[in-house]
């Protein structure tokens, strides 16, 4: 099945310092395929020194369930 990312997709993911070793994006995105769902579950490597202006990025981009 292919997966279309378009305007109306939602990004969700991960965040944290480790992200690239998370399994989370593999195993969201096979259920996210499974069901056509228009989400996209992404890592995002963030440091502690980064967390609050992550936060903020979050919010202004609108991503949900990180």
Known sequence: MKREINGKTK???IIGKNTENSLSPLIHNQIIL???L???Y???KVTENDLS???QGIR???I???
Do not use: D
């Open 11 to 13: 990004i969700i993911g």
């Open 34 to 36: 499974k069901y056509s």
């Open 38 to 40: 228009n989400f996209c």
């Open 42 to 44: 992404l890592p995002f």
């Open 53 to 55: 202006q992550a936060i």
């Open 60 to 62: 202004a981009l609108s």
């Open 64 to 66: 949900k369930g990180v």
